[in-house]
């Protein structure tokens, strides 16, 4: 069946430093790929999203590109602030939209 | 506008008990998805509905589980004699249309304890 894997927490950074989250999936076809965030005491929200291979999701300074021949899409922030705190999933939607969650990486940044 | 809203967002139930959990879905969308967090998880799949066509209950862990989407519209999932490995956050989410371009909008979630 799909899974995906990202690397475990928690990341303790400084703040302005580079953060990169690795996630690498196992699918049957063809999914699209995700990333959510939940802050402390807040739902999972959205963060950004890439449907198809070598497309580039962004939001909020936060970049990953969808490889295929590398079954990945790492997640990275060139700059990271201290309300980028957060636990970070990726997951992926298979053709139903039927998602299948990373077990999340808590991410700390220290001022 | 009005997201995905979830109630009771705490419940406490002794082993053995019934419960059940509301999912309120943004206002429009057709697909509606339950999923179970274990403290320090990612969200496991449960079920999903397109309108009240209960599409997939794969996930559902015993047929202590049971779902529902009579209108198309809001879901209760109804855990019956509860027990303590039962204890988590439940999820529920909505989108727009089924298929894998479309977000997912996620409720705060309901925690339960069963003691």
Known sequence: GDS?????????????????????????GYPSLFWYVQYPGEGLQLLLKATKADDKGSNKGFEATYRKETTSFHLEKGSVQVSDSAVYFCALADSWGKFQFGAGTQVVVTP | GAGVSQSPRYKVAKRGQDVALRCDPISGHVSLF????????????????????????????????????????????????????????????????????????????TRLTVT
């Open chain 1, 4 to 28: 995906v894997t990202q690397m475990e927490g928690p990341v303790t950074l400084s703040e302005e430093a580079f953060l990169t989250i690795n996630c690498t999936y196992t699918a049957t």
């Open chain 2, 34 to 109: 339950w999923y179970q967090q274990a403290l320090g998880q990612g969200p496991e799949f449960l079920t999903y509905f397109q309108n009240e066509a209960q599409l997939d209950k794969s996930g559902l862990p015993s047929d202590r589980f049971f779902a529902e989407r009579p209108e198309g519209s809001v879901s209760t999932l109804k855990i019956q004699r509860t027990q303590q490995e039962d204890s988590a956050v439940y999820l529920c989410a909505s989108s727009a249309e089924l298929g894998r371009s479309y977000e997912q909008y996620f409720g705060p979630g």
